[in-house]
């Protein structure tokens, strides 16, 4: 299976190398540990919104392999179980 053309992914890994970037360059710059560790949080959160969606992805994409083409309804109750997964 290929996330390649998933773009929210994308966007959100490129979104964590940007926050990590800017840590590194707080760090070499000495600056104030709370900027820091906001920044760090924000990282952690852009890793776990980009894990739920390669899970939800991976989910979806299997599904469809083992059903067929989701209808929009269905699709719509799959997208209640990805809220749910955030909490994993």
Known sequence: MSHTHNTDLKNRLKRAHGHLATILTMIEDNRDGLET???LQAVISALE????????????????????????????????????????
């Open 37 to 39: 560790a906001q920044q």
């Open 49 to 88: 919104k980009a894990k739920t969606v390669l899970v939800t992805d991976h989910i979806e994409h299997h599904l469809e392999e083992v059903v067929g083409p989701l209808s929009r309804e269905a699709r719509e109750k799959l997208s209640k179980l990805s809220d749910l997964a955030k909490y994993l």
